[in-house]
C-alpha cells in the first residue's frame, strides 16, 4: 500500500527536457516533413509523446558550425553582432517547441566566450575569460592573449544580445548560462571558471540583462560537470556574495549523480536543475533494453536516475543531453528513414508527460530507500496527483 501524504510539500517541479546543441538539431530540421511531426510529437506531445517542456539552447562561440562546434554571432572581436536566425539548427527547434506545441521555459546556455575574449586566443581548449580574477590582467604577461583588458563586461553584453535575438524572434528565453562543464578543457567549446571567477561574470551579466530591457531573464550557473564540483563552486559563490544575482543552480550528472555521494544542496533555497545527462560514460551507445544487466544506457537505471535526483538530490528539473541524433535525411531509394527510441526516451518520458511543469512534490508515507518499488508523488497545479513507482526489483 502507497500512502500518499499531501499536506508535505517539497520543491516544485520546472519540468524535464532535453537539448539539440553540437548541430544535433540538424537530424530534426533535415527531415522530411511527416516524419519532423512524428518527432517533434515524441519529444513535445503531452498526449501522444513525452511532453518535454524545457529546451536547452547551446549559445554559440565557435568560428563556424563544424564538427561539435557552434558558430558565434559575432566571432570576431571588430566584426559586427549578426544573429543568422539558424543557430545550428536551434532556432527552429524552438520555435515548433514554442508556436506548436506552447512550450515557454527555453534556457540559453554559452559554453564558452567567443576565443578573441579569453587567454588561450580560441573558444575551445579551456583557457579563461579575460578579466576574471586571476585571469590574464597583468599587461606585462605575454603569455597570454588579454594583453591586460578585460572582456568581462563584453561577455556579459554579447550573451545579452543573443538573449535579446531569440526574443526579438518570438521565443520567450527564461534563463541564461554562461558556462559548461568550466572543469574540463576539450576540442569544443569549453571555458574553465572557479566560483569565484563565475561570480564575477554574474556581477557584469545581471546588469547587461537589465541594460538591455531583460532583468526578467534569470541567471543559470555553473552546468559543473558533477555534484561535487557543483557544491564547491556554489560555495564559493556564496563566499563572492553572488548568490542573490543567481536564479538557478543548474549541474550535469556524469561524475556523480546528485543524490550522491553529496547529498541535497540544502544550502541554498535555489532551485537546482540539472541541465544535461545522459549514458554516455560507459561508451555503451543507446539501447532499447528496458532491463538486461543494469548499465547505465538502460530504461530502468535511467528510470532509478531521475527518481533519485528529485527525491534525494531535491532537483527541479532533469535536462537530458541530446533529444534526436544521427541520421541522413533519406535512404537512397527515397524512403522515409527509421529511427529507433532509446529505452532512457520511455524512462524520462514517464516523470515528463504527468508531472507537468509548476507540479509540486508531495509526501509519501513509505521510505523510498527501502524495499525494491521506488515511490515519489507530485500535485499538478491542476490538483492532479501523479504517483511514479519504479519497480527496481
Ligand atoms: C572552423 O573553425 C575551427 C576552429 O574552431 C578551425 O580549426 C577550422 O579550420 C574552421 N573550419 C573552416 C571550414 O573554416
Ligand atoms: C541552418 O544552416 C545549415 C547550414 O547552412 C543548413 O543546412 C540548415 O538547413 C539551416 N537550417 C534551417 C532551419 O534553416
Ligand atoms: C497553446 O496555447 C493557446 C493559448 O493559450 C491555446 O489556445 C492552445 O490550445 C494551446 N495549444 C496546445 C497544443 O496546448
Ligand atoms: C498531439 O497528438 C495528438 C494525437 O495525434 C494530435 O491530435 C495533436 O494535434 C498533437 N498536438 C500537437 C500540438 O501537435
Ligand atoms: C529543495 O529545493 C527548494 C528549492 O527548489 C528549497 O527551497 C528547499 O529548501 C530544498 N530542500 C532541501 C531539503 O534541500
Ligand atoms: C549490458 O547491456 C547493454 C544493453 O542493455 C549493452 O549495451 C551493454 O553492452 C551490456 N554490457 C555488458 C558488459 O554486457
Not at 565557435?62 to 536551434?90: C, E, I, K, V, Y
Not at 535579446?164 to 518570438?170: F, N, R, S, T, V
Not at 555521494?261 to 541554498?268: A, I, R
Not at 535511467?302 to 527541479?316: K, L, P, Q
Amino acid at each position: 500500500t502507497i500512502t500518499i501524504d499531501a499536506i508535505t510539500t517539497h520543491q516544485t517541479i520546472s519540468g524535464f527536457g532535453f537539448s539539440e546543441a553540437f548541430q544535433r538539431a540538424h537530424a530534426l530540421t533535415n527531415l522530411p516533413p511527416p516524419l519532423q511531426t512524428q518527432l517533434l510529437d515524441l519529444l513535445f506531445n503531452t498526449t501522444t509523446g513525452a511532453g518535454f517542456s524545457i529546451l536547452r539552447i547551446g549559445l554559440g562561440s565557435s568560428p563556424n558550425s563544424t564538427l561539435d562546434h557552434m558558430n558565434s554571432p559575432q566571432p570576431t572581436a571588430d566584426g559586427p553582432f549578426a544573429f543568422d536566425h539558424n543557430d545550428s539548427g536551434q532556432l527552429w527547434v524552438a520555435r515548433q517547441a514554442h508556436e506548436r506545441y506552447n512550450i515557454t521555459t527555453f534556457y540559453a546556455d554559452a559554453w564558452s566566450a567567443p576565443g578573441y575574449m579569453k587567454t588561450n586566443g580560441r573558444d575551445d581548449m579551456g583557457g579563461w575569460l579575460c578579466g576574471v580574477r586571476g585571469a590574464g590582467q597583468d599587461p606585462s604577461d605575454t603569455n597570454n592573449n588579454c594583453q591586460g583588458a578585460s572582456w568581462v563586461q563584453s561577455y556579459a553584453e554579447y550573451l545579452a544580445r543573443y538573449v535579446l535575438a531569440y526574443i526579438d524572434a518570438g521565443i520567450p528565453i527564461s534563463y541564461v548560462g554562461f558556462l559548461n562543464e568550466p572543469n574540463l578543457v576539450k576540442p569544443y567549446a569549453t571555458m574553465l571558471a572557479d566560483g569565484y571567477q563565475a561570480a564575477d561574470i554574474i556581477a557584469a551579466l545581471y546588469v547587461a540583462l537589465g541594460g538591455i530591457g531583460l532583468p526578467h531573464v534569470g541567471i543559470a550557473c555553473c552546468e559543473a560537470q558533477g555534484w561535487s564540483y557543483a557544491r564547491e563552486m556554489l560555495a564559493e559563490l556564496e563566499d563572492a556574495g553572488a548568490v542573490d544575482g543567481l536564479s538557478l543552480m543548474t549541474t550535469h550528472a556524469y561524475k556523480g549523480e546528485p543524490a550522491a555521494p553529496d547529498g541535497p544542496l540544502g544550502v541554498t533555497s535555489m532551485p537546482v536543475w540539472i541541465t544535461e545527462n545522459s549514458p554516455i560514460m560507459q561508451r555503451l551507445g543507446m539501447t532499447e533494453t528496458w532491463y538486461g544487466n543494469g548499465s547505465e544506457n538502460e530504461g530502468l537505471a535511467w528510470a532509478v536516475n531521475i527518481h533519485e535526483a528529485i527525491v534525494r538530490g531535491n532537483v527541479s528539473a532533469y535536462v537530458y543531453w541530446i533529444g534526436t541524433s544521427g541520421g541522413s535525411a533519406t535512404t537512397g531509394d527515397g524512403a522515409l528513414p527509421a529511427y529507433t527510441i532509446g529505452a532512457t526516451y520511455w524512462a524520462s518520458a514517464q516523470f515528463s508527460r504527468f508531472i507537468r511543469p509548476g507540479a509540486k512534490r508531495i509526501g509519501v508515507g513509505q521510505d523510498w530507500m527501502e524495499g525494491s518499488v521506488l515511490v515519489s508523488a507530485y500535485e499538478n497545479k491542476d490538483g492532479s496527483v501523479v504517483v511514479q513507482a519504479v519497480n527496481n526489483g
